[in-house]
């Protein structure tokens, strides 16, 4: 995961004045109109700030990027269309104190918003010197991490899974030891062991290495043994089998994902590396993860008629095509499969270097297994492929 530091927050505001001009088209004298005549307007209608806030110069300002997300423009842009100085709440803020500067001595004589940060860097884009804050005294390093979840958790933008990673991971390096904070630092350390960087697609632009954006299947994967241990295994499966696709494909980790769990349900005992094993028997046909996701999507579409489940969709089809490639170890299915094995495909070449007519099909053993769900027992039925 990408680096995130402290900023002042006018850094943020000369940022966020160069983004706002290119989204809009403007030159600095537009942009610099458009801003006065906010301003006039306020003056105008004799509109001011509510009482009883501490205004404080902007330079003493700071932004906390391990706790704070990072600016969005778009929101800024919706603010400036809207901008009404009487609504404008004061900023949240952190002076820490005590025991927080003797840990960290750097943020002494510095206040770190952590709620209301597009407003303070709309004012200061404003020339507004002084923004209006309340100040918080704390000798606690994690109070703007925690005050932050809560918040945000609800609003014009709620936090999402990255914004809770991070600022799990925060806490985590301040010592809180939670079951939300271990389970991040866990994936965390999965994903840097793999040499994978757990990012927003929006952030990934200039990456040059293995990235990853699906958070929610990544803590799905982490879950499983809390350790993370699955989710490595699905990492190096796919980095090694498609070592030249930097964007590890979601598909295709949440089909390994959604294979590993199929396997768990019936106890069944797997060879070590046996999903890296699938994987490389899968790039057999296909060069790209991409293109394997996409020939499943094709695949399932045609086949099953029905909306794509990318868990069913992408396990059910490495699995076919883990099979008709000679694959040696047995992996079971759940209900009917998709259609590779039987020859019914959506396209000719479906499946690159198999040839759809010569292809000789495993015996096929059929199984019932009984599933347990939440108490009451479902017979499913189950193939069991044996190469």
């Known amino acids: 995961m990408s680096a995130r530091v402290s900023r002042p927050l006018i850094d943020v505001v000369n940022d966020a004045r160069r983004d706002i001009k290119a989204a809009l088209k403007l ?4 942009f610099n109109s458009m801003m006065q005549q906010i301003r006039a307007r306020m003056t105008a209608l004799n509109l001011n700030f509510a009482r009883g806030m501490h205004y404080e110069d902007v ?5 906390d990027y391990e706790v704070q997300r990072n600016v969005i423009i778009k929101h800024l842009i919706d603010i400036i269309k809207k901008f009404d100085i009487r609504i404008i709440e004061p900023a949240a803020t952190a002076n820490f104190i005590g025991k927080a500067l003797t840990k960290e001595p750097w943020r002494q004589d510095k206040l770190f918003a952590y709620n209301g940060q597009h407003r303070c860097v709309l004012l200061s884009l404003l020339g507004y010197t002084k ?12 109070f703007p991490s925690v005050a932050f ?9 709620k936090v999402g899974k990255p914004d809770l990673h991070q600022n799990w991971l925060y806490q985590h390096k301040l010592g809180l030891s939670t079951q939300e904070t271990e389970l991040a630092r866990n994936l965390q350390d999965a994903f840097d062991n793999a040499r994978v960087q757990l990012i927003e697609s929006t952030k990934a632009r200039n990456i040059n290495d293995y990235w990853f954006s699906h958070f929610d299947y990544a803590y799905k994967s982490a879950s499983v043994d809390k350790t993370a241990a699955t989710t490595r295994q699905i990492l190096d499966a796919i980095t090694i089998a498609w070592p030249a696709d930097q964007e590890i494909d979601q598909g295709v980790f949440i089909g390994l994902y959604y294979m590993n769990s199929i396997v768990k349900s019936l106890n069944k005992k797997m060879p070590k590396n046996w999903m890296q094993k699938v994987a490389e028997t899968c ?5 790209s993860s991409h293109d394997c996701h996409d020939a499943a999507r094709r695949q399932f579409k045609y086949y099953v008629g029905s909306a794509w489940s990318a868990p069913e969709g992408m396990f059910k089809f490495m699995r076919e095509v883990y099979m008709i490639n000679g694959g040696k170890i047995t992996i079971p299915s759940e209900n009917r499969d998709i259609g ?7 396209e000719p070449n479906l499946v690159p270097q198999v040839s759809i007519d010569s ?16 108490g ?5 039925k189950f193939l069991e492929m044996k190469a």
């Open 131 to 142: 923004v209006p804050v309340i100040i918080n005294d704390t000798e606690d390093l994690a």
């Open 27 to 30: 030159s600095d004298k537009q």
């Open 149 to 157: 979840i809560i918040n945000n958790h609800s609003g014009i933008k």
């Open 59 to 63: 330079n003493n300002v700071w932004l």
């Open 359 to 374: 292809f000789n099909l495993p015996e096929v053993d059929k199984t019932f297994f009984a599933i347990q769900h939440g």
């Open 340 to 346: 590779v094995l039987d020859r019914n495909w959506c």
């Open 283 to 287: 790039a057999i046909s296909f060069s």
């Open 376 to 380: 009451a027992i479902e017979g499913k």
